[in-house]
C-alpha cells in the first residue's frame, strides 16, 4: 500500500536541490508532495517543486518561526527536512514550543543536545578528541597575538574558521608569505591572506573566538550516513572531485569504500549513540591517514548523487521514519557522477521544468 505524505525541503533555491527532490518522488512505498522553501527569491523552487513558500533567514529566528508556523497551518507536512545548520539548529532548540502550537511535523534528527554539538566546532573537537577520534591537530584562538604565536615558528598555511556556523563562510587561509589578499570565493567572504591584512581586517570584533588548524592539501571525502541508535544502517563515502576545496559545492563526486574511512566515521556514531542523518567531512592528512573535520545532522545537499550510484538516501531517512521497510540496496564503487547544478537564474513563465533551463553557469574559480 502506497503512504500519501507530504513533506517540506529548505533551500530549495540551492544549486544541488533538484536531485534531493528527484530522490524523494517515484516511490512505490510513499508518494510524496514536496513543499519548498527558501529565504532567498523564487527563481527555481517553485518549478522544481510542488509549493514554494519564500520564508526569513533563519538568524532571525521569531520571524523564521511564525513561517515555518504559517506555512504548517496552510500545508500540514508530515516531515521537515532542514538543509542548513541554522535551521536544524533552531527548529530543534524550539522543538517544545512548536508542540505546544500543535505543530508536530517529524524530523529526520531529534536530538538538540547532540546537535548543539554539530552546530559549535569547539564542543565537536573536543568530543572527538575525548574519545580518541582522530580530527588533527588545532587551536582554540582568542586574539591576534594568539595566532602570531602559532605561526612564528612555521611556514605553514593555516586554517581560521568561526567556531560556530557552516561551509567556508568567514574562512581564511593565513599565508604569511602571501604579498595580496587573494578572494578564494566570489560569492563568500572567504579569503587566502597575510598577517597585515588579517589584522587589518578585524576578523576578532565580530566573532570572539576562531579554530585554527594546518591547511591539509589531501583528498577530502563526503560522508553521507544513516544511523539507528549508533549503529549505521547506511553509508556512502563520496570522493570530492574538485578544483577548489572552498568551493561549497562538488563538481563531481565519486563513489569509494575506504575501510579506514568506515572505522573512523563507525566509532564516531557508535560513540555518540547517533540516531538519524548525518553528513561528515573526512581529509586525507597524509597518505591512508585520515581525520574528522566537521559534522552536520543534516543530509549534504550533495546526497541525490548517491541514488544514482545505487542508495536513495533522502528516501530510505523517509521510510526510517516512517517505520516502513529499508530498501536493499548497493553502492557502485568507484563510479563518477555530477551534481544536476542549477545556477542559471528561471524564466517563471515556463510551466514545465526544460533541461536547458538548468545548464550550470560556472564562474571562475582560483584553484585550492
Do not use: W
Request: aromatic content about 14%; overall charge positive.
Amino acid at each position: 500500500m502506497t503512504k500519501n505524505l507530504t513533506i517540506c525541503l529548505s533551500c530549495v533555491n540551492g544549486f544541488l536541490t533538484y536531485d534531493f527532490i528527484k530522490s524523494l518522488k517515484n516511490q512505490k512505498d510513499f508518494k510524496a508532495k514536496i513543499i519548498g522553501i527558501d529565504s532567498g527569491d523564487s527563481n527555481k523552487g517553485d518549478l522544481i517543486c510542488d509549493k514554494f513558500y519564500k520564508v526569513s533567514s533563519a538568524s532571525n529566528e521569531k520571524k523564521y518561526l511564525k513561517d515555518i508556523e504559517k506555512i504548517y497551518k496552510q500545508e500540514k507536512f508530515d516531515i521537515f527536512f532542514p538543509l542548513s545548520d541554522i535551521e536544524s539548529f533552531i527548529i530543534l532548540k524550539y522543538r517544545n514550543y512548536l508542540n505546544k502550537k500543535s505543530i508536530k511535523f517529524k524530523l529526520p534528527f531529534n536530538d538538540f543536545e547532540k546537535a548543539k554539538l554539530f552546530y559549535d566546532k569547539k564542543l565537536f573537537l573536543d568530543f572527538c578528541q575525548e574519545n580518541k577520534i582522530p580530527s588533527g591537530k588545532h587551536f582554540f584562538v582568542k586574539n591576534i597575538s594568539e595566532v602570531k604565536n602559532i605561526i612564528k615558528k612555521t611556514n605553514a598555511k593555516y586554517i581560521l574558521k568561526p567556531t560556530s556556523g557552516s561551509g567556508t563562510k568567514g574562512v581564511y587561509l593565513l599565508n604569511k608569505f602571501l604579498k595580496k589578499k587573494i578572494k578564494i570565493l566570489e560569492s563568500r567572504n572567504c579569503y587566502e591572506i597575510n598577517l597585515k591584512d588579517l589584522i587589518y581586517e578585524d576578523i576578532f570584533r565580530k566573532k570572539k573566538e576562531f579554530i585554527m588548524m594546518p591547511f591539509y592539501k589531501g583528498n577530502i571525502y563526503d560522508i553521507d550516513c544513516i544511523a539507528n541508535n549508533g549503529k549505521i544502517l547506511h553509508l556512502s563515502i563520496r570522493l570530492r572531485e574538485i578544483k577548489n576545496r572552498f568551493m561549497f559545492y562538488s563538481t563531481g563526486h565519486k563513489i569509494v569504500y575506504i575501510k579506514k574511512i568506515e572505522k573512523l566515521i563507525t566509532l564516531f556514531v557508535k560513540k555518540l549513540k547517533l540516531d538519524g542523518i548525518c553528513d561528515f567531512d573526512v581529509i586525507e592528512k597524509e597518505k591512508n591517514n585520515f581525520i574528522l573535520l566537521e559534522a552536520s545532522c543534516r543530509f549534504s545537499g550533495s546526497v541525490g548523487v548517491c541514488t544514482r550510484a545505487g542508495v536513495n538516501f533522502p528516501s530510505e531517512m523517509v521510510r526510517k521514519i516512517l517505520k516502513l521497510k529499508q530498501k536493499k540496496s548497493k553502492l557502485n564503487i568507484n563510479s563518477s557522477y555530477r551534481s544536476f547544478l542549477v545556477f542559471k537564474k528561471i524564466d517563471k513563465s515556463k510551466s514545465k521544468i526544460l533541461l536547458n533551463d538548468y545548464i550550470p553557469h560556472y564562474s571562475k574559480q582560483s584553484e585550492y
